[in-house]
């Protein structure tokens, strides 16, 4: 029997399966986003920070923050990595996470630990709970973990807390912060419209949310309309603003980013210019690197190509289950891309990584992202693209899907099969490792629409079951079967039975290596990494 943080009993829960569920409490709705990103009681944030004392502490931090529609988790993860060799205690947080919640406050590059997110979320959320009144509840999801990380880094007492903006600026969670050090504004596109608007500038502006007086600024090369409403709130407050070029690979010493994608040179650029601000400001000028395009200081190169971690962003990963078996060959190529222009991003990465990991290297166990395969009959197998992908409902597949083909397709990689499946977590309950059971009266009416969207792109206007292709040939009756499946496309009622059919696949098709490329929602590359990683 386990007693919880409010003094009630549960058996068989550990502690900090009571501290998921009572998080889980203060989801308000089961969706990306709430009111409260649209304004919606914003000032009772401030009512947060006095009952857990946060004030000062907020006061003092050396933070860098950072809003953006792509990019802006890489430039904050550059960010902490490049300060971290620099010899600075770090703190830093960011969202979504994907598998476990502790993933979004890590101190010292390390997500934290168990006994010391129990201390501090306990502390935080029966604070809250005891002063909770009808004018000032308790605070919704997403603002309770960023208070949390407040409460977090200023009790580890971080010499710098990176912050990266969950959802716009205005109106987040982290912009309670009135003095940061400086701030960032990653690449901007289109992405939760309903919330923040409908064109470029008004998604900039409310980016832009996060400046403030006299705080300088930097972002990187935008579209003209996003940058003249940058501009035009940066004149405003009176705020230095500097856009940055990406970071020059010949700077590098002959090695590579720690973050896979040729998209990362931007958000090092960016992250480079903001921990040369952040040291120039906080006084540690020795190791600053302000004007110099010629040269980067070591601290800084080693923090841009030390190994660093941000799950299911230009991720590789192995299927152990089935590559124990040294006949095996399956590998996930995970991307959270959710947008048109991250999806082509994504496209550009899975298409030119696909293509090296199929040649014969020797690998380097130290690097996830350079993972090769290196079975001796290597260069005798054929290669083989699957898609496997969902995306929400808000999305448009008319045009993600079309993207990731064609970019695909202008590298010459041609998909083989797409596998639709829904999303195996909710959005009403954090959950552990483990993932929830599967619903056997799921709707897949979504994922059939999405089948449609592919099989139209493929040429096939009349989705009917088809003819199974030469892959599906090689189905047997121990193999798991799609609830509909067509020429280019299949519909899986759940993802773990997208996953068995993938490995069963494998075992028929020794002679095939299988490049999955998991896509079009954090949420998927989230379950298939919990699915993976535990066989």
């Keep these: 029997m386990v007693q919880d943080g409010d003094g009630s009993s549960a058996p068989s829960q550990t502690p900090y399966e009571a ?26 944030l401030f009512h947060y920070l006095r009952i857990l004392e946060l004030e000062e502490p907020i006061a003092q931090m050396k933070i860098i923050h950072v809003a953006g529609t792509k990019g802006k988790g890489s430039t904050c993860t550059f960010s902490e990595s490049i300060l971290r060799h620099c010899g600075f205690h770090t703190g830093l947080f960011t969202s979504p996470h994907l598998i476990d919640v502790r993933e979004r406050f890590r101190l010292d590059g390390v997500d934290i630990s168990e006994e010391k997110f129990l201390e501090y979320f306990w502390w935080s959320f029966n604070r809250l709970k005891e002063k ?9 999801y997403f603002r309770f973990l960023a208070l949390l990380a407040f409460k977090i880094f200023a ?30 504004i990653s690449s901007l596109g289109y992405d939760h419209m309903e919330i923040l608007g409908y064109t470029l500038g008004a998604i900039a502006g409310e980016k832009a949310g996060i400046f403030k007086q006299g705080v300088p600024a930097f972002t990187v090369p935008q579209p003209d309309e996003a940058m003249r409403v940058l501009e035009e709130k940066a004149s ?15 700077l590098l010493n002959g090695l590579k980013l720690g973050l896979e994608g040729e998209h990362q040179y931007v958000n090092a650029g960016l992250a480079v210019a903001l921990c040369s ?8 000028l020795g190791i600053t690197h302000q004007g110099n395009t010629t040269s980067l200081p070591e601290q800084f190169i080693k923090g841009l190509t030390a190994t660093v971690s941000l799950q299911g962003r230009a991720q ?68 083989s693209q699957i898609l496997l992908f969902n995306c929400m409902s808000v999305r448009d597949p008319q045009l993600l899907l079309p993207n990731l083909m064609k970019t695909c397709a202008s590298h010459g990689v041609y998909f083989k099969k797409a596998l639709f499946v829904p999303n195996t977590s909710v959005y009403h309950k954090v959950g ?29 206007k009349g989705v009917d079951d088809k003819t199974p292709d030469t892959l599906s040939e090689e189905l047997r009756d121990d193999m798991e079967m799609p609830v509909k499946n067509c020429e280019n496309s299949a519909v899986f009622s759940s993802l773990p039975s997208a996953i068995k059919w993938l490995r069963d696949s494998v075992r028929h098709n020794q002679s095939t290596r299988f490049q999955v490329l998991v896509t079009g929602s954090l949420h998927l590359v989230g379950d298939v990494l919990r699915l993976v990683k535990k066989a």
């Excluded at 501290?19 to 009772?44: C, H, M, P, Q, Y």
């Excluded at 909770?132 to 919704?140: F, K, L, N, Q, Y």
């Excluded at 490792?433 to 040429?459: A, C, I, K, Y």
Aim: proline share 6%.
């Design 155 to 184: 009790r580890e007492k971080v010499d710098v807390a990176i912050l990266e903006v969950g959802l716009g600026g205005k109106f987040d969670a982290t912009n309670v912060v009135q003095a940061p050090v400086v701030c960032g």
């Design 432 to 460: 552990s490792h483990s993932l929830p059971p599967t619903d056997p009266q799921v709707d897949l009416s979504w994922q059939f629409s999405l089948q449609r969207v592919w099989e139209n792109l493929m040429g096939n």
């Design 132 to 140: 909770a009144t009808d004018d000032i509840p308790m605070p919704t």
């Design 316 to 383: 590789i990963v192995p299927d152990d289950y089935t590559n124990s078996d040294s006949s095996g060959d399956l590998t996930f190529y995970l991307d959270g891309a959710h947008s048109p222009e991250s999806m082509d991003i994504c496209a550009r990465w899975f298409s030119l990584s696909s293509k090296e990991n199929s040649q014969e290297k020797v690998p380097d166990s130290s690097r996830s992202h350079d993972f090769v395969q290196s079975h001796a009959d290597v260069k005798a197998k054929k290669n």
């Design 236 to 250: 405003l407050l009176n705020v230095p603003l500097q856009t940055v070029q990406p970071v020059n690979a010949n």
């Design 277 to 284: 601000t952040w040291l120039q400001r906080t006084g540690h």
């Design 19 to 44: 501290a998921l569920e009572a998080l889980s409490s203060l989801i308000t709705k089961r969706s990306r986003a709430d009111t409260s990103n649209k304004g919606s009681g914003f000032d009772v």
